[in-house]
């Protein structure tokens, strides 16, 4: 996806009805973000890591932090 929003809102979706989940939503959500981001490395182009920055931004906002 190419939203910031619609990513936050998928992950934050996730988190909360995940079964496994051992941390709190926001937690895990953002954990799955940033692994996301770091498997990558450097082969994730400038403008999609730019969205998926924003997109833990967004994840904040969701989760009021």
């Given at each position: 996806?190419?939203?910031?929003?619609?990513?936050?809102?998928?992950?934050?979706?996730?988190?909360?009805?995940?079964?496994?989940?051992?941390?709190?939503?926001?937690?895990?959500?953002?954990?799955?973000?940033?692994f996301?981001?770091?498997?990558?490395?450097?082969?994730?182009?400038?403008?999609?890591?730019?969205?998926?920055e924003?997109?833990?931004?967004?994840?904040?906002?969701?989760?009021?932090?």
């Amino acid at each position: 996806w190419d939203s910031p929003k619609k990513i936050a809102a998928s992950l934050k979706k996730s988190a909360e009805n995940s079964l496994r989940r051992k941390a709190a939503p926001f937690q895990s959500a953002m954990s799955m973000l940033n692994f996301y981001i770091n498997r990558a490395g450097k082969n994730l182009k400038p403008e999609r890591k730019k969205i998926l920055e924003q997109a833990k931004i967004e994840l904040r906002k969701l989760f009021n932090k």
